[in-house]
């Protein structure tokens, strides 16, 4: 029995029988992350020129974002429903695909009911993208969930990290941003094609019979329906993680308008560097100091570190905060999805989809209401929120671990015993 991932020291052991993860298969998997995280802030890069083209204000791309987050909640819910009814290979295909048609449609059209419209066909594609890779990942490396995702996130990060420093030097020298946009919708259609065509591991599938006999009742059969409780405590954790991740995301350019473009979107860059650096180091720190350990801790560091961007004394010791702040940031969500898979590791398909359509949910919620309080209290109270929401995060985060049925000697629902 594998211990709990609050456990420093104490790490898994792979099976030496089990065939390793084909390689292609792998570095698919993180270019599709790269296309992930550039995709991530393509719109906040761009926020300004948006706004300047369709003359819409900080509301406007408020609602813009909510109704991008609810497209992409909708692809992550639709990832874990569709997970094992359809071919791997056909639903991860899909996603790049639904990207690139919604990327196309932003940058041919010139009214705003049309662009918001390709603005969620794009969201929903990434929702597919990100919830059905999670569970790819957690399928691939069932015993080093916790390292094998963190270099999965990593490359969320570097594609977030390249996406505000080119676009920002872009657009200064003139290019167009509906140019950028059809760049992307590019890009994405490759990743659709690549995808398509590779050889994914399946779905794990419920076997009912074994379900049936191992754990003995239908009342046992009825709780693997059901999300688990542990797994809802860490969903509120990753929702106020994200909070805190995509609220300073989308608005960071806009907060930091009296600088140069060039120089609010480093800024963007440097927080996003900051969270690449900060999934490297934590891939090896995972095995040392515990998944819950190192999670609750950087997450109470990213707070610590946004509310000091809010009081600094000169624009560039803010932007060093931002980057600390995205550095402590970094090992926060791929951590989280870590636990749960830790405590149900028969169910990554249910765990990937629920957490991963929680964490948008924080993107539903706040971000959204930053705009709707830019013309009252000002982006910089806002940010003040998005920095507390990760002190929150930090203590779901330790209470969902403590709630593992496995300090209590009990196997979960739908984990089986050797994996325990």
Not at 175 to 183: F, K, R, Y
Not at 320 to 328: I, P
């Amino acid at each position: 029995m594998t211990q709990p991932p609050d456990r420093p020291g104490m790490t898994a052991t792979r099976d030496p029988a089990a065939p390793a993860p084909a390689r292609i298969v792998v570095w698919t998997g993180y270019a599709t992350f790269f296309l992930l995280g550039w995709s991530m802030l393509l719109i906040p890069s761009l926020i300004r020129d948006v706004e300047g083209t369709f003359a819409r204000t900080d509301a406007d791309m408020g609602l813009v974002y909510l109704l991008y987050s609810l497209a992409w909640v909708t692809g992550t819910i639709s990832s874990g429903v569709l997970a094992g009814r359809l071919p791997r290979r056909l639903l991860m295909g899909g996603g790049p695909a639904l990207m690139a048609l919604g990327l196309a449609a932003m940058a041919a059209t010139g009214s705003w009911p049309a662009f918001i419209a390709g603005c969620l066909t794009f969201a929903l594609g990434l929702g597919l993208i990100d919830s059905g890779m999670n569970a790819v990942f957690m399928d691939l490396y069932p015993d080093r969930q916790a390292a094998a995702l963190n270099r999965l996130h990593l490359w969320v990060a570097v594609g977030a990290l390249a996406a505000p420093f080119a676009i920002g030097r872009l657009v200064a020298a003139g290019v167009p941003w509906e140019t950028i946009v059809a760049g992307g919708a590019v890009a994405a259609a490759a990743v659709a094609v690549v995808l398509g065509t590779r050889a994914l591991p399946p779905a794990h599938r419920v076997d009912r019979h074994r379900m049936g006999t191992t754990l003995g009742s239908e009342s046992d059969a009825r709780s693997r329906r059901r999300i688990p409780v542990p797994v809802l405590v860490l969903s509120a954790a990753i929702a106020c993680y994200v909070a805190t991740e995509m609220g300073v995301t989308s608005w960071l350019v806009r907060y930091l308008d009296d600088a140069p473009i060039e120089l609010a979107t480093l800024a963007l860059s440097l927080f996003w560097g900051g969270m690449a650096l900060g999934r490297l180091v934590s891939s090896f720190l995972a095995g040392r100091m515990g998944a819950v350990k190192l999670a609750a801790t950087w997450s109470v560091a990213c707070g610590v570190a946004v509310i000091a961007s809010l009081v600094a004394p000169t624009l560039g010791l803010a932007i060093a905060c931002f980057a600390v702040a995205g550095f402590a940031a970094g090992p926060v969500y791929p951590m989280i999805m870590a636990i749960g898979g830790s405590i149900y590791p028969d169910r990554s398909s249910m765990v990937s989809s629920v957490l991963a359509s929680a964490a948008i949910v924080g993107s539903i919620v706040y971000p959204p209401l930053m705009g709707q309080l830019s013309g009252t209290v000002g982006l910089g109270v806002s940010m003040l929120g998005a920095g507390l929401f990760s002190f929150v995060a930090a203590g779901l985060i330790v209470a969902g671990a403590r709630l593992d049925p496995r300090r209590r000697g009990v196997t979960p629902a739908g984990a089986s015993a050797s994996h325990g």
